[in-house]
């Protein structure tokens, strides 16, 4: 059989070395449109900034290298142009003679990819996009030949954010603009709110809430009117799946945009796969389609599809989507749904917010991280994840990828039993005590409230009590708190008022005892979940908007 | 209701204050034989090591605070000397003052820990073990005053090592004894052999497979006549559940030599609970009963009992004994059972031993690791997994030790999303790559040989297949095979021998592909599993005992 693939980077080239592995049966022709193939896509914002100086690095084989091991066809410089379903061919256009020629196929395997989205703006020609080792090559000439002093990356999603701090260590002053009110979408404002003042911390610009209106020859300017200085501008808003060929073709697309495809990678001809960033993927969650352009999804799909092909039984599951960035010192990584979308879908949710060390506090080195799981109050399911912080946020997020995907319950977090030794983790693990708080909120031990909940709590009637110290609550506090250390409270209840209170401590810890202390008193209190750290670092920036929304809403 | 809490630290502190949270009805009683409570025990070492020059950094509570904060009455050097199951009370000696006294109680709790086992040889008087922090100060004050310059640690487990290297900080010269053939019981010998090279890169002397027989005053003799130089010695050859108040109180022990207790942690005695280190626990593959003498699992008993005390609903479900330890340069971790205990117990099983990069390996500061998989053939059921190596050896053990708890098979670690950017992972995990061997050899894709089986292969006439460069095959490889290099393999098809062929590259990737491209020429082959890195580490230090026992037996 003779099998056709249409582009070579992770998803195409996955599935010609499996299928290759599967047998010496079928010949197996991979047609790449750019020079290189599989390369180290997610390599190339660090190629830019230097950090992997040699640009062979990125290129992980060369057609000769497939060729002699794999015994592949690989063709670069050749693009697919056209599909003819019907006589199973594609016209192939050789990129360097000019020349055109068909070549047939058995079955062929789409994995075209996805591309910078670019929008029509005055000036957009001057802008660059970082998607392919040419977009790279791009770049870095600029870098050295032009000398830029000033960038404006536009896009404050993973790219974005990784260029934008790759420029930075060239020197640049950079802005990032994006049109959000947060950067990195998939994580919610509380924890962004973190990423924005790592970024600022490093002296990188952030607009929020705006947009490129033009782009001009030094400047960009913003729909706000404000003109930012711009050597560079580097366009980092997403990714348009690339369906000219599958649509060209008549295949169905999906209500993403995406080539539509079944569990087996099949497309809606039979004879027709496709994979990786193009093509839409199930969310584990409710079934919808989501477009998850990840390299490692696209792998997965690569080799699955050789799988079918060659007969063997094969199907996808729906997707989580977890996904992990580096934003200067800062990990970020999420899996499953955030309370965005969770809220916009109207689903039920509890959210807990914590602070642990990287590791046993006693042991040097500690660093803290910010965790958030959501799960379902009423069946205990583990819906999502994100934490940010430094060492061991993706170990975290890892391991609750995988409790989701494995259907346990946020309960069941506090059973597991992960590795300690004091320069790993603590006795009771982040998770573990993310397991704790939830069965506590689900057996009714404990009541929080959110941070955006405050405001609406307060003008209905509650209290809030600040059991930190003096010294704590002087550095900072809610407006309108009263202040009783926890170590004093048993002594003091005489001082508290009637009526509702909301607890809060620094991280949410000595909160929470002093909420279990005040049970039984009569008073109706509730726990800040998060603590003041979370309220303050939310609030700080986020507050006019979100708290509006609150009241609007929520 | 009257509680009463014997030992202070992880386990029954976690009762106490999980209690105190529950309500404020119950009065609390905590005895504590020792002068410190709620310590942390796992840091000792680095203590005497100097890591954590600040003794007071490891004492987390007070009697004062836990006072203060959570109304506990906490008495430190009281130790409980009997109980009195029919009235009730537990009789106390006041340490200081040499008084005894009775006291009363409803419920009973009992967290004695465990006590270092000290073998009764000659000269024994002089040798230190490292359990509490009246053990670290001894240490440490001996360092200070006596200075010495060799010392030897009896004893290759968790603790040894952590020791020896925290004596070696000191400029100690030191050697480690041990009576097994390996160090870390808990890891299989292959991997155990990289520790043993670790160990002696450092200038750690290490002793396999003797004992000591006497202990002298500078010196320690072994059993087998060696001499070695001990200005200090330090026993560290495991710890024994403290089971004396029980035993005499008439309490069950369990076939280990621990408290027996049931899911909710109740002793024979319906009134008298058991947590920690001095308990047994449930195995949860198999149900036996196991030691797994661990802060984590004391932690979590000691909030289940205070649950189960309260009347929450709360049982403890079966142990996998996950852990880690750090061993210079080189993170050593293990969840499951490993392959000795599983040959021992006479349970199919496959094994999958991989050497893969903490990160993508075009990211700079990647290091390699060892990891190994044990599951059931038949279900596919993960059994077991452990680990060594650098960075990000701990995560991956977490997520398979989740993966095992939630009973996912070895299949389904191919399909898990974990988090990816060249930093953190690879586009196919290290995690990933083990569900997709399992998937290759549960489908029938690939067929394996394990490093101690290639001596009785060769007996039966399989021919040896190098398909690394000529270069690698000619920096070493196992005697008598034939090169041929992966890529010149189709074009010499020819060369090959009759009979079997067990190929092997140097870490299994390009043997697996080697494999593949065989399939179909008439050859029986097998990959060597973990290639020749798996086989020369083994094999280095361990053939002449292992392939002993491979002839007669395996």
């Known amino acids: 059989m003779k099998v056709v693939i249409v582009g070579a980077v992770a998803g195409g080239m996955s599935a010609a070395t499996r299928l290759r592995r599967l047998g010496p049966e079928h010949e197996i022709v991979v047609f790449e449109r750019g020079s290189e193939v599989s390369y180290a896509n997610c390599g190339l914002p660090y190629h830019v900034g230097g950090v992997i100086p ?324 009423e069946s205990g399911a583990i819906l999502g994840a994100q934490g940010v912080g430094g060492e061991g946020v993706d170990k975290r997020i890892d391991v609750l990828a995988v409790a989701l995907r494995a259907g346990l319950s946020a309960e069941d977090l506090a059973d597991l039993e992960l590795a300690y030794a004091p320069q790993y983790g603590s006795a009771k693990d982040p998770v573990n005590m993310l397991g704790y708080i939830a069965e506590n909120i689900r057996t009714g031990m404990t009541r929080t409230v959110q941070w955006h909940e405050i405001t609406d709590r307060v003008a209905a009637g509650a209290h809030l009590l600040d059991v930190r110290t003096a010294a704590e609550h002087a550095a900072g506090c809610i407006p309108g708190s009263l202040n009783i250390p926890v170590d004093d409270l048993p002594g003091r209840l005489a001082d508290l008022p009637d009526g509702e209170l909301i607890v809060y401590c620094q991280l949410g810890m000595r909160g929470h005892t002093a909420t279990s202390l005040l049970t039984g008193t009569g008073h109706r209190v509730a726990n800040l979940d998060g603590g003041y750290r979370t309220w303050s670092v939310a609030t700080a920036e986020l507050a006019p908007m979100l708290v509006g929304r609150s009241v609007a809403g929520t």
Request: avoid cysteine; charged fraction near 25%; proline fraction near 6%.
């Open 54 to 377: 040699d640009r062979r690095d990125l290129l992980l084989q060369t057609p000769q290298s497939l060729r002699a091991r794999f015994d592949l066809d690989v063709r670069v410089r050749s693009e697919v142009v056209a599909i003819d379903r019907q006589a199973q061919t594609v016209r192939v256009r050789d990129l360097d003679a000019g020349t055109e020629y068909l070549e047939t196929w058995d079955r062929l395997v789409l994995s075209p990819g996805a591309a910078p989205f670019v929008p029509d703006l005055p000036g957009i020609e001057r802008a660059l996009t970082l998607r392919s080792v040419a977009d790279a090559d791009r770049l870095t000439a600029l870098l050295r030949e032009k000398r830029p002093a000033t960038a404006v990356v536009v896009g404050g999603g993973f790219i974005g954010l990784e260029t934008a701090e790759n420029l930075h260590r060239h020197g640049l002053q950079v802005t990032v603009v994006e049109l959000d009110s947060q950067v990195l979408a998939p994580i919610d404002p509380e924890l962004a709110a973190l990423v924005h003042a790592e970024l600022r911390r490093h002296g990188v610009g952030l607009v929020l809430g705006a947009g490129v209106a033009k782009v001009l020859p030094d400047t960009v300017e913003l729909s706000d009117g404000q003109v930012l200085p711009a050597d560079l501008v580097v366009l980092a808003i997403g990714v348009r799946p690339e369906t000219r060929l599958a649509t060209q073709a008549g295949l169905d697309l999906g209500p993403r945009g995406g080539i539509a495809v079944d569990e087996s990678m099949r497309t809606s001809d039979p004879h027709i796969y496709a994979v990786g960033d193009a093509v839409e993927k199930t969310d584990r969650l409710d079934g919808s389609s989501i477009p998850v352009p990840l390299a490692n999804t696209a792998n997965r799909q690569g080799r699955l599809v050789a799988d079918v092909i060659a007969g063997r039984p094969a199907r996808l599951t729906g997707r989580i989507g977890t996904a992990v960035v580096r934003v200067f010192d800062l990990t970020v990584a999420v899996t499953g749904w955030n309370e965005k979308r969770l809220r916009a879908a109207g689903r039920v949710h509890q959210a807990v917010h914590t602070h642990p060390l990287s590791h046993a506090g006693y042991y040097p080195g500690a660093v803290p991280m910010s965790l958030k799981v959501l799960f379902d109050p």
